[in-house]
């Protein structure tokens, strides 16, 4: 072998070792590079939010100062009231968007953006008020009705819903596809699928790009049985919107649907881009579990259940798999109570519904208001309880069950201290239909 | 054997078979089914001689239980062997002007091809709030007695004396006035030889003022939804001797507080020799109870997959049915449902689990726009594979207002089981009644002139009575099996009859109730495709005695004592 050739092979043969060598000691390096960036990065986000919420900090001392040399400015106490909303102060917000609405008593906004405050703090009965006062001085203003239709169908009052967005449907806004698709969403939750479909196809031709009304009319077309029909709509809405995670959720169901191994397959991988895109989403995980089941995936859904059960305890589809999986593992104890757990929800549901028939159907009898508000309390709902033990008060003054369902309401949502204002305000409206005798069904 | 619930057999036990007859643990691949016969139902209801409507009272009000009856019943009630016929029928609603009383139809087979009106001769000629009925010989005397579902008034228990019925339901005990009850059976369900009474009962509706106006949008005139009413527990009474029965819903743990039932169906689930009960529940979850050997029922529906459909909602289940459609000894259970939510369709994957298989049995699709109410497995054709028969019709009149491609006046169906449980749609096949457009609730099969080919009676909901004749061309040998008790109640409810034919191992249980508040043919129907002979039959009683008969012919209707064949 000549020389340079041996020279060669050993220098290559040191390069070999060399790296071989240093190989751990790279990737230690390069591992420890990752984590220096990561530490890095961390720190410049933290760094980041620290002077946006100094930022934030000033911008609200300007304002509060501009407020302190003009108090009766009412576009600045809008707009610092906006400022508490964003960051979730709604106690202040509310008494900004009051003041505004002080100053100038006549303009629409203060009465918007108090609905809107009072509903995002979850004070459904406020927000009643504030959208029903602020109708009385603009009565075609579409935020306002369209905000009372969306509280009105919330207590599940479909009839009062229905009649706000048939005043709508008789102004200039009767093409709007957001009246279009509120109504649409009224007909469906009154079972009339027809008219939801039409009123949801006239909000496709009005807006065309809109992946939420594609969305809508797939659900009602899948809830209508034609299922191949909802598929072709869902992908309609997926072309426009195709990172949404509650339309693959959809599309997803009716994939499952079709019950063939390729259609499973595929039902797995939406539900899977679903959660990669809203991460931490219980409804695609369990998405994926559903699919996992119907694939006879047992042992793999069962440890997903366990872990969806541990983050989310009150997830009721989980509830029902885990405890069918348990009960046949023999774990008949563990099991059923999972079972009876899923029951006595469906049988919640079931009363719950019948309840909401009743009120409607019969809207002057305060029996099912005061049943409903009761049922409510009882499930964790205060806030919906409120409302509705009001409506109650509101039909007979003084019902001495309207006011246990109130009090115990206000206590479960920590505004005990609303409860003598809300009992002596005789003032609460009730619905145009209600005051007229004899029109009550 | 595989391994089953531990739950479905009570505190563990596991699940014996009671014979060595047992088919699970030998389901193998199916034998195709015979070629399709040429399928032919004729509507021969004016030229039989029945010429009957059912009125529900009805006056535009709208009150709930006017959409909701009624049933048709077979009943050989003057045992001269030919299936009769009894349609139910309603009664004045406040508002509904009358003419004269409303009764039922109970038409005698006269043979030949005729029926005749035997209602008063009967003595059934009385009016009532019938909804639904079970047959039954609860008195062990030889003659079918008649158990009838009623609402604003008793319900009715009519004992048969040579041919004459008289309503001893308030004696008795099982007359409950001031419910809404619907399908009822008979079972035999602590074995002591004596026909129980299971009643469903569907929502808390005792009379005209519990009910509730509804309106569709608000402003149409429209049937309320079960959820606006609460639920009615359903009833067992057991069968104490002497003509008297002993309400013992609530001990027995069949008191079902949450469903607003509709239809019942009973079959030994576990195999393990003991009836037990499916409830077939509207808006609320199904039942599944299994009878655990000592008097009481345990609900297991939810663990075995029945009480939910695969989106883990309570359906709307109205009618119900269970047979063994694979041949291999293990039940499926059907059950009618909603437009919109398909037929449900559950299978006993040889675990004691349910599997939801609408779609995959190919029974899905044709009944998803339907409403369904009477249901029932049947072969039709012979050819030894269980067909399905639905019978449909919505419950709002006005059901086109509101829902895109959905029809008050609906066509039933006729699902042929083209071997091993996938079935097709012969409707648009199968003669022109199927074609027809009908508010139908209660359906039965029964044989009305006993050449094995399974005749359809339907009731339309305030609409007219129907039986179709079943004249298909082609179908295969057949047989048809009369129980008659000794040791067990004289029905024989609750005998498990397995027999072995070209097509594989059928299994049938004697029993009363499924469909929609209607009552079939008590006698067994096996079809033996091409065999013109059965190679064996065996008939496991309810006492635990068990008949083996051999090579028995086709074409004829034999009747096997309990204990004659051992």
Redesign the interface.
């Known amino acids: 072998m000549p020389m340079r050739l041996r020279l060669l092979l050993g220098a290559l043969a040191l390069v070999v070792v060399v790296f071989a060598v240093t190989l751990p000691m790279q990737q230690k390096l390069r591992s420890r590079a990752e984590v220096l960036r990561r530490e890095v990065e961390e720190s410049e986000k933290d760094a980041r939010e620290e002077l946006a919420t100094r930022a934030k900090r000033q911008e609200r001392v300007k304002l509060l100062e501009g407020l302190a040399a003009a108090p009766e400015d009412f576009d600045l106490l809008m707009k610092t009231g906006s400022f508490y909303v964003q960051d979730r102060e709604y106690e202040d917000a509310v008494f900004l968007f009051q003041e505004a609405r002080r100053i100038r008593p006549e303009a629409v906004e203060p009465y918007r953006a108090l609905y809107q405050t009072y509903i995002a703090d979850a004070r459904y009965d406020r927000s009643y008020d504030a959208a029903t006062e602020g109708r009385k001085r603009h009565p075609d203003d579409v935020e306002l009705i369209l905000g009372l239709v969306h509280l009105n169908t919330l207590m599940a009052w ?2 009062e819903a ?2 706000l967005i048939n005043h709508l449907k008789q102004t200039t806004e009767a093409d709007n596809p957001r009246v279009l698709i509120a109504s649409a969403m009224i ?1 469906r939750q ?6 939801a ?1 039409e009123d949801l196809k006239a909000a496709a031709a009005k807006d065309p790009q809109n992946g939420k009304i594609h969305a809508l009319l797939s659900k009602v077309q899948m ?4 299922e191949s029909l909802a598929m072709e709509t869902i992908r309609r809405a997926l072309e426009l919107e195709p990172e949404n995670g509650q339309y693959l959720l959809h599309l997803a ?1 009716l994939q ?4 063939t191994p390729e259609s499973l397959q595929a039902a797995k991988k939406t539900a899977e881009k679903a959660l990669s895109i809203e991460l931490g989403s219980s409804d695609a995980y369990f998405a994926i579990i559903q699919t996992q089941l ?1 694939q006879k995936h047992t042992e793999e859904a069962q440890r997903m259940l366990e872990s969806l059960r541990r983050r989310h305890p009150d997830h ?2 989980a509830a ?2 885990l ?2 999986l348990y ?2 593992q ?1 774990r ?1 104890v563990e ?2 109570k999972l ?1 009876d757990d ?2 006595r929800g ?2 919640i549901a ?2 719950s ?2 309840l909401s ?2 009120m ?3 809207p002057k009898n305060p029996e099912a208001y005061v049943e409903m508000a009761e049922m409510l309390v009882d499930n964790g709902a205060p806030e919906k309880a409120i409302v509705i033990a009001r409506r109650a008060l509101q039909l007979v003054p003084g019902s001495r069950p309207a006011l246990l369902q109130l009090s115990r309401a206000l206590e479960s949502a920590d505004r005990a201290g609303e409860f003598l204002e809300l009992a002596r305000r005789p003032e609460w409206h009730l619905p145009e239909f209600m005051e007229t005798p004899g029109t009550g ?1 | 054997m595989r391994t089953r619930l531990l739950l479905l057999t009570g505190a563990g036990l596991a699940a014996l078979p009671v014979c060595g007859c047992d088919l699970r643990s030998q389901a193998s691949a199916p034998p195709p089914s015979a070629p399709a016969a040429k399928v032919a139902f004729r509507d021969v209801t004016s030229e039989v001689g029945i010429r009957f409507a059912h009125v529900g009272g009805a006056s535009g009000k709208k009150y709930f239980p006017e959409t909701m009856g009624a049933g048709v019943i077979f009943i050989d009630y003057d045992g001269d062997g030919r299936q009769d016929l009894l349609y139910l029928n309603g009664a004045p609603l406040p508002g509904y002007r009358a003419t004269g009383p409303l009764l039922p139809a109970l038409y005698r087979n006269a043979g030949e091809g005729k029926f005749e009106d035997a209602t008063r001769a009967a003595g059934l000629a009385m009016q009532m709030y019938a909804m639904g009925g079970a047959v039954g010989d609860y008195d062990n005397d030889g003659d079918d007695d008649l158990y009838v579902t009623a609402m604003f008034g008793p319900s009715r228990l009519f004992r048969n004396d040579k041919a004459v019925f008289h309503d001893v339901g308030a004696q008795s005990g099982v007359s409950r006035p001031g419910t809404f009850p619907t399908s009822a059976a008979w079972v035999d369900y602590d074995k002591d030889g004596r026909l129980d009474l299971f009643v469903c009962n569907y929502v808390r509706y005792a009379s005209i003022k519990d009910d509730l106006p509804c309106y569709f949008r608000n402003e149409v005139r429209s049937y309320c939804i079960p959820a606006a009413y609460g639920a009615e527990p359903d009833c067992l009474y057991r069968n104490e001797g002497g003509g008297k029965f002993k309400n013992v819903t609530r001990q027995a743990g069949v008191e079902g507080a949450d469903g607003k039932s509709l239809g019942v169906a009973i079959w030994d689930l576990n195999d393990d020799g003991w009836p037990d009960i499916s409830v077939a529940n509207d808006t609320t979850p199904t039942y599944a109870y299994i009878n655990q050997k000592d008097g009481t029922f345990k609900n297991v529906a939810a663990a075995i997959g029945v009480a939910y459909g695969v989106k883990a909602a309570a359906k709307a289940g109205m009618g119900i049915d269970i047979g063994d459609d694979r041949n291999n000894g293990l039940p499926t259970m059907v059950m009618s449902n909603f437009s919109g939510e398909m037929l449900g369709f559950y299978r006993d994957d040889g675990t004691g689990v349910y599997q939801e298989q609408s779609v995959e049995s190919g029974v899905g699709r044709p009944s998803e726009q339907l409403l369904g109410f009477g249901v029932f497995f049947f072969d039709y054709d012979s050819d030894g594979w269980q067909d399905l028969f639905v019978a449909n019709g919505h419950v709002q009149d006005n059901v086109a207002l509101f829902n895109e491609g959905v029809t008050y006046e609906q066509p039933p169906l006729l699902l042929r089981n083209t071997g091993g449980g996938r079935y097709q749609d012969m409707s648009p096949r199968a003669g022109p009644p199927l074609q027809s457009r009908l508010v139908a609730r209660g359906a039965a099969w029964g044989d009305i002139d006993d050449d094995g080919r399974l005749d359809v009676a339907i009731l339309n909901n305030q609409g007219p009575a129907l039986l179709w004749r079943n004249e298909s061309e082609g179908i295969g040998h057949w047989l048809k099996l009369r129980l008659a008790g000794t040791r067990s109640n004289r029905n024989g409810y609750g005998a498990r009859v397995i027999v072995e034919s070209a097509a594989g191992k059928q299994l049938r249980e004697a029993r009363s109730g499924s469909s929609y508040c209607s009552a079939s043919d008590q006698r067994l129907h096996f079809g033996l495709g091409s065999e013109e002979r059965a190679r064996r039959i065996e008939i496991r009683w309810p006492s635990g005695a068990v008949d083996v008969l051999k090579d028995v012919p086709g074409g004829r209707v034999l009747t096997v004592t309990e204990g004659g064949h051992p």
Do not use: C, F, I, W
């Open positions: 479909n009839r229905r009649e007909y009154l079972a009339d699928t027809r008219h479909e809830e209508t049985g034609r169901e499952r649907g079709l019950r119907a009721p589809g029902l798999e405890g069918k009960v046949r023999g008949a099991g059923q079972l899923y029951s469906v049988a079931d009363r519904k019948g028939v009743r409607a159907m019969q069904r």
